[in-house]
């Protein structure tokens, strides 16, 4: 699938850009052989100055900044530094959550291998998400996740520590969400096994806050891909 990188940014000025950033594409190159390139390497064949100011992770879709001057980067790594960005996730998770600015505030260790992260509290990193219920459905919950810190995996494993993992993140516990489990009458086509309603964790960065160079502060908004446009859809019709 070719992206082009016009059609996914969400706002530019002089200084910043941010892209609604699909989901399955590296934020950076891989370490490993270039497999599938990056948002880094489309957002330089656009503009050689863009500098990536953070990162998403491989399957998280949503809003992504880029800055395309030195001053800008520092400009807006300082404010990552200072916590004074804010990003709101939306996810699908797994049960039924009454969460109501619900804070988790679990130290977090990433493992040996450095694919996955772990909750550890003697040897793990200060780590803080607080989370809201946005909408209950029958055995699922869509909540908005907003990172204070900015550990890898954070969101995910602290959600799992709610007993609300997201759905189809088998790494944290997981499970997929089939249409079968929402819909009464279903019907499948003989000899055929269901897909998944979403092939992926369902986790979007919705939307993110911070202070241009003028001091201004703005909220840039990414809506839903697809496939996450399609479960929500689904939910609201179906598991309602």
Known sequence: MKINFKDIIIFEDE?????????????????????????????KEYNPE?????????ETSGALAFAKNPAAYRHLAMQFEHREVTKRYHAVVNGIHDLEGVSVYLPILPLKNGTAVKIDRAEGKEAETIFNTLQVYRGYTLVECIPITGRMHQIRVHLSCLKAPIVNDPQYGGEPIFLSSLKRKFNLKKDTEEQPLIQRVALHARSLSFA????EAIRVEAPYPKDFEVLVKQLNKFGV
Do not use: C, I, W, Y
């Open 50 to 58: 863009l500098q990536a100011a953070h990162r998403l992770d491989k």
């Open 212 to 215: 241009v160079m003028n001091g």
């Open 15 to 43: 200084d910043f850009l941010v892209v609604n950033k699909p989901p399955h594409l590296a934020t950076l190159d891989e370490r490993t052989a270039d497999r599938g390139g990056s948002v880094l390497r489309l957002a």
